[in-house]
Every structure is written in structure tokens, then in C-alpha cells.
């Protein structure tokens, strides 16, 4: 049965440390934080420990709080009001600071409570014993406590009945957090999946009214600075009349069907855009489009690529050197590397011009510099922003330059957008650019001539 206590009861107390370093208190904030469960609903779980601890300290009063970094949260409680305090207030905030319980037998003869709210105030505690919830090594996030408003003390056994109660505290925490987590995990796995049926449904609906266009963004020769043909871009137009691009229908360009279908719509518009222009006198030099694993694979009833473009290039009267194939190493590393080699290979010998697309931003680009057939790397934009302020990465962007020099192949640089990148990227010796600097994706209408 608990007793009254004395004042060698009151001198023993567990003085708590000071407080850890600010790197550990942030950690101990995130974990906190990641858990997800201060404000949550009441636990039966954590209810019945505090019960258990009440009935097994005789005190009137329990709680298992968390402390975040203002405020003391009373997870779960027994003979007291309010949904928690100031954290400078906290008794637990003593308790969070060592891994071993702290007891205070009479907060009126301990002159770092005597003045608390809360035994100065309503609740008039003067009795607290509290074990630290330590949700793993060093990161302590609350207690499971009993307090009383008589001076107190409490045997061995009880103390360690308190740990073990926090133990189980933690433990019922960690169940709380798999379940925050799983919940997360399935809500974003369900907005992505929301999403994806948004995207597919928008663009089987731009298929077939029509709501499909191209941009297309100029690329310059570095020797000449003369423009020597364009890319042509993907993009949506809104009923509204607003443009957005592929982020909006990404998943549309990954189902393998749909895919396919968006291919041969990109190809088709830019060979007959390209006829157009031919038969307009316009200088424009060729058209290179994007092509998706989905187009190479040959399928009964269907042309496979290699077919496809050399058909449509060939009922327009189109020469081969207008339009370019540009291929991504994610499209290589699709597991159908030798097929779709060879259909590169065929479309090279039908005279059209192939590029390797992003090139540098894939962990196999080197291994496919000597293994597939091309014509033209497309440095990633990434480098050339790099490049600037990175002599590493400069050094990356030369080294690409001359490996494709010395294997006969001829360098895009993408995403060029200053004066300075333009300079550079001719100081080693790259042949082509392509970005804002010279000109933004645009619609036909928007493009000039000159």
C-alpha cells in the first residue's frame, strides 16, 4: 500500500538530466511526428494500461501523454480534465529526459514544482511517478505516469510495473503507426489510381475529338547558329482553350494500347505537317518525334515501327531525312533490345536519321553507345544546367562530346537557356542546341519563319 512520504523519500528522488542537444529533441519531434497519433481518437488499449497502472500505484489520477515541442498531449486519462498543458508545465517533460522513471513524492517540497499550475492550481497534485515511453534507443516521446494530491511513495515492484506498463504503451504506439502508415500507403496508392483512370479517360477522349496537337520547339546548328529542324512535342488542348502538356496524361503514354495509338496519331501529324511545309517552300528542316517501347512491339494486323514510318513517310512523298526517331534509354531497357535494334537498323537503312534520346540520365548509356544502332546523342538537360556551375559535370558534358565524336555520332544539347551555356556547349565542341534560348514549344500558327 502506498505511504506517506518522507523527507529521505523526497531527497532520494530521481533527478532528471538536462535537457539533450537540439539534434536529438528534432529527432525526437520527427519520430514523434511520423507516428501521426498525437491528436487521434481515445485508445481502449492505452485506457486499460492507465487503469492498470491507477489500480496498482492506489492513485486517482493517470495519464499517457506526448510531448511535442510546446505542449504536453494526454493521449489517454483518468481522474483529470483538459486534453493537456504546456510542455514547461509537464512533469513528464523531467521524465522524457532519462530512460529510468521519475518520481516526485511531494512537489510542494520540491522546488522545481512548488510552483506549478498544476499543484498550485484545480488539479493540487503533489504526488507524481511517471516511466518514460521510449520508442527507441534515446528517443523518448512521452510517459505513461500516475499522480495523487496526498505526498506519496512507491515500492520497487510498482516501479517496475510502471515500465513495463510504458513498455506496452510503446508497443500499442507502434501498432498505431503501421496502421497510420498503411493507411497512407493506401490512400496514395489510391489517388494515383484516380489519377491514372483521369489521365487514360482524357486521352482516349483527346483521341477521338481531336483535342491532340503538336508543339514543336526549334533546334540550331552551334557552327551556323542557323535553325536545322524542330522537335515535336505532345501536347492537350482544353475545352477551355488552355494547352497543358504530357504531366497531365502521363499515364496514358505508359499503358502499352493507348500508347501505341498516341504514337501513330504523333507521327502521322508531324509527317503531314512536315508535307505541308514542303509544299509551302518553308526551309524547315526535319521533324524528329518521341517514339514509346509500345510502337516497336509487332503485333498481328499491325506494321511494327520500322514499317509504320516508312509507310506514312512514303504515301506523303516524304523524304526519309525529314523526319528524325528519337529513342530514350528507357525505351531500350525494356527487354526487347535485339527487335527493336533491329528495326532501328532498318529505319537508318531507309535513310531517316535515329537518336538516342536523354542521354546520361540512364545507369546502361555507355554499354548502348557501341550496341544500337543511331546517329545522334541528346545530351540530358540536367548536364547542361549543371555544367555551369560544376567543373565535374562539364567535364561529364566533354567527355560525351568527344566519346560520340571518336564513334562517328553527332550531339544534341538539350535544355539550353543561356548565353553562357550556348558558348560553352560550343567551346566543346557540340554540334546542335535545343531550348528556351532559341525558342519555346510552339503551336504552327506561333511559329516564324524567316
Given amino acids: 500500500m502506498p505511504q506517506s512520504a518522507t523527507y529521505d523519500d523526497i531527497t532520494a528522488t530521481t533527478v532528471a538530466q538536462p535537457q539533450g542537444s537540439s539534434t536529438e529533441e528534432g529527432a525526437r519531434l520527427k519520430r514523434l511526428n511520423e507516428l501521426g497519433i498525437v491528436l487521434n481518437n481515445p485508445d481502449p488499449v492505452l485506457d486499460a494500461l492507465v487503469d492498470a497502472a491507477c489500480l496498482a500505484a492506489g492513485t486517482p489520477i493517470g495519464l499517457v501523454t506526448l510531448l511535442d515541442s510546446d505542449r504536453q498531449w494526454f493521449k489517454s486519462k483518468r481522474g483529470i480534465e483538459g486534453e493537456g498543458s504546456f510542455r514547461a508545465d509537464a512533469f513528464c517533460d523531467h521524465t522524457i529526459r532519462s530512460p529510468r522513471p521519475f518520481v516526485v513524492p511531494d512537489a510542494l517540497r520540491d522546488r522545481r514544482f512548488a510552483d506549478n499550475p498544476f499543484v498550485t492550481g484545480n488539479n493540487k497534485i503533489r504526488f507524481y511517478a511517471g516511466a518514460p515511453l521510449e520508442i527507441e534507443s534515446g528517443l523518448r516521446l512521452g510517459s505513461l505516469c500516475v499522480l495523487d494530491r496526498v505526498p506519496r511513495r512507491l515500492s520497487a515492484g510498482i516501479h ?28 496514395l496508392q489510391l489517388d494515383r489510381s484516380k489519377a491514372d483512370r483521369t489521365a487514360l479517360a482524357l486521352a482516349e477522349a483527346a483521341l477521338a475529338q481531336g483535342s491532340f496537337m503538336l508543339h514543336y520547339q526549334p533546334k540550331i546548328a552551334f557552327d551556323t547558329g ?24 502521363a499515364a496514358a503514354l505508359e499503358e502499352p494500347s493507348l500508347s501505341r495509338r498516341i504514337g501513330s496519331y504523333v507521327l ?24 514509346s517501347s509500345s510502337q516497336f512491339i509487332e503485333l498481328p494486323g499491325h506494321p511494327c515501327l520500322a514499317d509504320e514510318v516508312i509507310g506514312a513517310t512514303r504515301s506523303f512523298e516524304l523524304s526519309p531525312l525529314r523526319i528524325q526517331i528519337e529513342v530514350t534509354e528507357g525505351v531500350m531497357l525494356t527487354g526487347q533490345g535485339g527487335n527493336i535494334g533491329a528495326q532501328l537498323e532498318a529505319l537508318r537503312a531507309a535513310g531517316f536519321i535515329v537518336a538516342f534520346d536523354d542521354f546520361g540520365t540512364g545507369y546502361a548509356s555507355l554499354v548502348h553507345l557501341k550496341g544500337l544502332p543511331y546517329d545522334q546523342i541528346k545530351i540530358d538537360g540536367s548536364f547542361v544546367r549543371a555544367m555551369m556551375g560544376s567543373s565535374a559535370d562539364q567535364a561529364i558534358v566533354k567527355a560525351i562530346v568527344d566519346m560520340a565524336k571518336a564513334l562517328g555520332k553527332r550531339v544534341v544539347a538539350e535544355g539550353v537557356e543561356t548565353i553562357a551555356e550556348h558558348h560553352a556547349l560550343r567551346a566543346l565542341g557540340c554540334h546542335y542546341g535545343q531550348g528556351y534560348l532559341f525558342g519555346r514549344p510552339a503551336g504552327v500558327a506561333d511559329l516564324q519563319f524567316s
Avoid at 231 to 248: I, M
Avoid at 274 to 289: M, N, Q, S, T
Wanted: aromatic letters at 6%; glycine letters at 8%; hydrophobic letters at 45%.
Fill in 160 to 187: 517496475g510495473l510502471l515500465e513495463r506498463l510504458a513498455r506496452c504503451a510503446v508497443e500499442r504506439l507502434l501498432q498505431h503507426e503501421d496502421q497510420y502508415l498503411l493507411s497512407r500507403i493506401n490512400t
Fill in 226 to 249: 542557323r535553325r536545322v529542324g524542330f522537335e515535336a512535342l505532345l501536347r492537350l488542348k482544353k475545352p477551355d482553350g488552355s494547352v497543358v502538356g504530357p504531366s497531365v496524361f
Fill in 268 to 291: 502521322q501529324s508531324a509527317v503531314a505537317q512536315a508535307k505541308a511545309w514542303e509544299l509551302a517552300g518553308i526551309d524547315f528542316g526535319h521533324i524528329a518525334i518521341n517514339v
